[in-house]
């Protein structure tokens, strides 16, 4: 099988901010992840559930409300689901005043991390693998998943725009760099599939992006 049709990455829009969560199909195997689970992912996947069966695991880019809001939905259908997060994500599964919930008047479930991740760790999904790239300036503890030429990105890159720097432990300076040096030494043609919006490539935004133009200009 080629490369490119080794590892399929689907995206579904869910929850109050409209958030991607990713199905990460190793499609030889049949086996597959699931990242980033909106408080209605168990609805926007029903399909899947009921054919493929469970993923193999959960995989969360960072702490946010609105991508961790399903974590404790799936463990309670799936308790023995390995659920990923980098260490510093733990605090945000477990309060909602930390992970922003509280902040607009939103309910958070909140869950808990079976295993931990962090910089350049693997994750296997059937015959493929994702790397860990530590990915600070949105969120404290947030990752970007890249594999097969692919990047989950998370909230730290957009079609168009970059993440938020004005949340607590966010930081202008420090996103800059993780685009700069994270993203944008990326091949050109990598697909990058944000956390929220339509997926695009660092080509298309290294040439029409103007925040990330800016960031790159500015940040030493």
């Known amino acids: 099988m080629a490369r490119e049709e080794r590892l399929r990455i689907d995206g579904r829009p869910g929850g109050p ?36 069966g469970p993923p193999a695991c959960v ?22 689901l390995p659920v990923w ?8 599964l477990a309060d909602a005043r ?3 919930a509280a902040a607009i008047g939103l309910p958070c479930e ?13 994750v296997v999904i059937g015959g493929s693998e994702l790397r860990v790239i530590d990915a ?20 730290v890159i957009f079609q168009g725009g970059v993440g938020r720097w004005d949340l607590p432990g966010a930081d202008y300076a420090t996103l800059a760099r993780t685009i700069r040096d ?21 080509g298309r935004e290294r040439a029409t992006n103007p925040l990330v133009r800016e960031m790159l200009a500015r940040v030493p």
């Not at 994270?182 to 660092?202: C, E, N, Q, S, Y």
Request: with cysteine; glycine share 10%.
């Open 110 to 122: 909140p869950a808990a991390a079976t295993h931990y991740y962090r910089e350049g760790d693997r």
């Open 98 to 100: 930390l992970n922003q």
């Open 17 to 52: 901010l409209m958030t991607n969560s990713y199905r990460v199909l190793d499609q030889p195997t049949g086996v597959w992840a699931l990242v980033d689970p909106t408080d209605d992912a168990l609805d926007l996947w029903r399909v899947e559930l009921a054919h493929t």
């Open 136 to 155: 600070p300036g949105h969120c404290v503890g947030s990752v970007m998943l890249h594999g097969d030429g692919q990047l989950i990105a998370g909230d």
């Open 59 to 80: 995989l969360i880019t960072h702490g946010h409300f609105d991508h961790i809001g399903g974590v404790a939905a799936v463990r309670r259908r799936y308790p023995e």
């Open 85 to 92: 997060a980098h260490p510093d994500t733990a605090p945000l």
């Open 182 to 202: 994270k993203v944008m030494t990326l091949p050109d043609d990598t697909r990058i599939f944000p956390g929220h919006g339509p997926a695009t490539t660092v």
